[in-house]
């Protein structure tokens, strides 16, 4: 079956815009995470939806938001970017909430000049 | 705080060796964990996760030992190839917790 597909998979963004990106977790799994990828950062939780309902967040400024759709497509948009907001950004699916058996997309790399 | 760290940033071997991947934990409520491999340019790859009820598990070439006394996590892979090169996360989850939580890192690099 599918894997989790990531879109679009570069984007090259100027300060201040905003950015919306997608993604669409493997058939039948109900919980997508994101997360922002930095050398210096590592992997740093963003969000988790599950069942279209935000579970958790992580220490990101409000800048940062998400959604999920019925069909248990997600998406997370950033606004005013900064520099900073320059990353890998990752989605993950689940079959369940709880983090377990969680499957990466390829990414979004961001450039934000 | 509570982390999930890495020992060793990089690790070479040569290709055939036997490869250990060491992964410290501090939460010792954490119950879940997961080894990922990420290529370049690639979403980390899931290979393999034990739960705490376990001390070791194993799949195809890959063995991961869970020591709950000292809190460590170790990833094995036998007969290294070079396209096992890549960077290697441990990740832990505790209950209640909706989220993996990461460590750095370890880049193993693999010479033919």
């Known amino acids: 079956k599918a894997g989790v597909t990531q879109t679009p998979r570069y984007l090259i963004k100027t300060r201040g815009q905003q950015v919306t990106l997608s993604c669409s977790p493997i058939?039948?799994?109900?919980?997508v995470s994101w997360y922002q990828q930095t050398p210096g950062q590592g992997l740093q939780f963003l969000f988790e939806y599950f069942s279209e309902t935000q579970r958790n967040k992580g220490n990101f400024p409000g800048r940062f938001s998400g959604r999920q759709f019925s069909n248990s497509r997600s998406e997370m948009n950033v606004s005013t970017l900064e520099l900073g907001d320059s990353a890998l950004y990752l989605c993950?699916?689940?079959?369940?909430?709880?983090?377990?058996?969680?499957?990466f997309g390829q990414g979004t790399r961001l450039t934000v000049v | 705080g509570e982390s999930v760290g890495l020992h060793l940033p990089t690790l070479s071997v040569q290709e055939g060796d036997n490869s250990i991947i060491n992964c410290a934990y501090s939460n010792s409520a954490s119950d879940y964990f997961i080894w990922y491999k990420q290529e370049s340019g690639k979403g980390p790859q899931f290979i393999i996760d034990i739960r705490s009820n376990m001390d070791k598990r194993q799949g195809q070439r890959v063995t991961v030992l869970l020591n709950k006394t000292v809190k460590h996590l170790s990833l094995q892979i036998a007969a290294t190839q070079p396209g096992d090169s890549a960077v290697y996360f441990c990740?832990?989850?505790?209950?209640?917790?909706?989220?993996?939580?990461f460590g750095k890192g370890t880049m193993l690099l693999v010479s033919p």
């Open positions: 058939s039948g799994h109900r919980s």
């Open positions: 990740a832990e989850n505790r209950p209640g917790y909706s989220t993996l939580t």
């Open positions: 993950a699916s689940s079959l369940e909430t709880g983090g377990t058996e969680a499957f």
